[in-house]
């Protein structure tokens, strides 16, 4: 007989994620044991063994979640009716929301990724990849004539703009939707105008 899920599931396995999240940040996924992450949840390591079988399950199953449902919810804005201009500011400011309450995540990412195995990094890079191409698009509608034929000008001004939203977290951790909306304004104007444009 097949054996039921319980009705708890999946809020036991999101909460797993979640609180792992903060034991890797805290302690660096190399330092982090399984143990640390069932004592922060509250729960026995067999329990969490019940849901994931590795440390590196825990990890790939915080970072696919959490990329997989960034692109997905840049990527899938509907921004047909928007100008050029007008979809980067509404990306930027969508990207900046979507970090909010995931500074964790977005930690781990930065440095998790080279433990896992190389297809699940494949996986992961894939997502990446989608998100800046999207905005990479973007960017190039904005000034088709600056980005003509000069793809490596391209990927360096969406790098640039992704190196400003990234790290907002670490200098501004309390920041909340409406601060994330006045620093977004401030990465569109000076990717659009340059610091004259603020």
């Known amino acids: 007989m097949a054996r039921t899920i319980a009705k708890d599931f999946g809020e036991k396995r999101d909460h797993i994620l979640k609180t792992a999240a903060k034991v890797f940040a805290d302690e660096g996924y190399d330092r982090a044991s399984v143990s640390q992450v069932a004592k922060a949840c509250e729960i026995s390591k067999a329990n969490i063994y019940h849901y994931y079988s590795s440390k590196d399950d825990i990890l790939f199953a915080i970072l696919e979640n959490y990329l997989r449902d960034l692109r997905d919810r840049i990527c899938d804005m509907p921004l047909e009716d928007l100008s050029p201009t007008e979809r980067l500011q509404t990306t930027i400011s969508e990207i900046l929301l979507a970090y909010e309450g995931a500074d964790d995540e977005h930690k781990v990412q930065a440095m998790g990724i080279e433990a896992l195995s ?81």
């Open 118 to 198: 190389t297809d699940r990094q494949d996986v992961l890079k894939r997502y990446q990849r989608d998100l800046v191409s999207y905005v990479a698009e973007i960017v190039r509608d904005v000034a088709p004539d600056v980005f003509a034929n000069d793809d490596p000008k391209l990927r360096s001004v969406t790098m640039a703009i992704f190196g400003m939203v990234n790290w907002f977290y670490m200098w501004n951790t309390t920041a909340d939707a409406a601060a994330r909306m006045a620093y977004a304004d401030i990465v569109s104007k000076l990717s659009l105008h340059g610091i004259e444009g603020l």
